[in-house]
């Protein structure tokens, strides 16, 4: 199944080197990946394979963690010291989870736990020389600066605050890897976008990067998406179909909401992290052997999933090599207006005429958008701006009044309705509690949306959702005019 990756023609391109002081199992292995084709020396002392290492590039070196010269942590190091593109696999006759996320982490592609077949390395070996030919691929195209700015051009990780630029450092830090990351912030937050950077700064950045969200899909739906099927497999299976894993062979697979993943997909997940060993749903055999990246994201605490039952533990720790957490939006105020101004030009751009003036934020404005919670994180404060670029006029200076629906943090409890109980009192019935806070909200609202639209009532409708006659019905109900919403709390 291996030699489904690569051919012979490239096998014979690639240098190995294998790094154990057991000698059969050294001699072993070499004269195995010979007969598979590539180029490989073998070494039995540590210090003899630094020195090699030095001396000449390799492309994939194959190393025993647990040497007894010089540790097999400091021969990784040296090898991706003297040359980071080499992809290092681990092997261990003492398979912890913590050893090898620490090889994991320190550079390692992957690991292969002693004793192994001579199958299971010949597939793991295969999944790194396809590793390798992508690399290259990859460098190729980005030796072509167009090629490379276009790719460059596509994510814009945006941000000034240390927290967000600690994340942007770990990111652009593990992306040059294979390593396996674990994504989580609230939801909004971007964990798509840092998913995507990762991608294109790695060496896969030839390739695609296909996004799942785990969430949106039903269990059969879902595996079938991820897995593929063979015609008959269910009902309406009518013929074959890759599935997800397939099709991003040689790329990245970013899987949102991972925690919403189903219990039996998830093992089967697992397999093809293991191996890269994907069976198609309904087929009885191996249909595919697939080098894949996994980023994972969650809204979630993930440790809480794994302890609740949600999540295996075993698959969370092969996805968390390397955990990345992105920090709400409110916890980065100084991210807000830099967000905002580049908001408001992308979509100025994006809506209006390209000789029409952007219009600009006040400080007043600045100001009022720091105070809004951002309970939506990055999303909300978009599609915040979007709607205020939709509605303003060309070369205006934006006051805090004329952005839309914004949550104003201090003393404004929208989403709780704190700030539309405080004046009810507590020995009131409810059904006149009920109608006395509905009418506070509806003035309220209606004073928004009114001066949001700058009195324009087919604007007001709009972006309530509602027809004219329904707006002025609530006016009249109320006993407010277009002046009153214009002029009400100043």
């Given at each position: 199944m ?23 199992l050294?001699?072993?292995c ?9 180029q490989?020396e ?16 390799f ?8 040497m ?27 398979p ?33 020389a396809?590793?390798v030919?992508?690399?290259?691929e990859?460098r ?6 167009l090629?490379?700015?276009?790719v ?5 990780l945006?941000g000034?605050?240390?927290?967000f630029?600690?994340?942007?450092e ?10 396996s ?6 939801s909004g ?5 840092i998913?995507?950077?990762?991608h ?14 785990c969430?949106?899909?039903p ?10 099927h ?11 179909k890759?599935g ?25 997940l ?30 979630e605490?993930?440790m809480a ?19 990345i ?6 916890e980065?105020?100084?991210d807000?207006?830099?967000?905002a101004?580049?908001?408001l ?8 005429g ?23 994180n990055?999303r909300?404060?978009?599609n915040?701006?979007?709607h ?6 060309p ?5 805090a ?12 409890e929208?989403?709780?309705s ?15 509690a ?9 003035k ?47």
């Amino acid at each position: 199944m291996a030699n489904q990756l690569v051919d012979a023609e490239v096998k014979s391109s690639i240098s190995v080197l294998v790094v154990d002081d057991e000698h059969t199992l050294r001699e072993s292995c070499g004269n195995l990946l010979r007969a598979e084709g590539y180029q490989v020396e073998v070494c039995g002392r540590g210090d003899d394979a630094q020195e090699l290492l030095r001396r000449k590039p390799f492309d994939l070196v194959l190393l025993d963690l647990y040497m007894s010269q010089v540790p097999g942590m400091e021969i990784l190091a040296s090898a991706l010291e003297a040359n980071p593109d080499t992809i290092v696999i681990v092997m261990t006759g003492n398979p912890s989870v913590e050893s090898s996320i620490e090889a994991l982490r320190a550079g390692a592609w992957d690991y292969i736990p002693k004793p192994f077949s001579a199958t299971h390395l010949q597939i793991l070996m295969g999944r790194a020389a396809h590793a390798v030919t992508v690399a290259r691929e990859s460098r190729a195209g980005q030796s072509d600066p167009l090629k490379s700015a276009a790719v460059d051009g596509r994510i814009n990780l945006l941000g000034v605050s240390a927290a967000f630029q600690r994340v942007v450092e770990l990111a652009r830090k593990v992306a040059r890897t294979d390593a396996s990351v674990f994504i989580t912030g609230e939801s909004g937050s971007g964990k798509e976008v840092i998913a995507q950077f990762i991608h294109h700064n790695s060496r896969r950045s030839s390739r695609e990067m296909i996004p799942l969200n785990c969430a949106a899909l039903p269990e059969t739906l879902l595996e079938s998406e991820m897995f593929g099927h063979v015609e008959g497999a269910f009902t309406g299976a009518v013929k074959e179909k890759i599935g997800l894993l397939e099709a991003a062979n040689g790329g990245t697979l970013f899987l949102d909401e991972l925690t919403e993943m189903p219990l039996p997909i998830q093992a089967k997940l697992l397999r093809v992290i293991q191996d890269g060993v994907v069976r198609r749903l309904g087929s009885t055999s191996t249909d595919a052997v697939v080098n894949v990246r996994f980023l994972a994201g969650t809204n979630e605490d993930p440790m809480a999933a794994v302890e609740k039952g949600k999540l295996r533990r075993d698959l969370y720790y092969r996805l968390r090599v390397v955990p990345i957490h992105i920090p709400p939006l409110r916890e980065r105020p100084e991210d807000i207006p830099v967000l905002a101004e580049h908001f408001l030009k992308q979509f100025w751009k994006q809506h209006r005429g390209a000789n029409e003036e952007a219009p600009r934020l006040t400080d007043q404005a600045i100001d009022a958008l720091l105070d809004c919670p951002w309970r939506g994180n990055v999303r909300e404060l978009r599609n915040v701006m979007e709607h205020s670029v939709v509605l303003l006029q060309p070369g205006v200076d934006i006051e805090a009044d004329q952005i839309p629906f914004i949550d104003r943090a201090e003393g404004a409890e929208v989403s709780g309705s704190g700030n539309l109980l405080r004046d009810v009192p507590l020995n009131q019935d409810y059904h006149t509690a009920r109608e006395q806070v509905l009418a506070e909200f509806e003035k309220g609202y209606l004073q928004r949306i009114v001066r949001t639209a700058r009195g324009n009532m087919s604007d007001a409708a709009r972006i309530a959702g509602v027809d004219r006659t329904t707006l002025y019905r609530l006016m009249q109900k109320h006993g407010l005019d277009r002046h009153d919403l214009l002029t009400r709390g100043d």
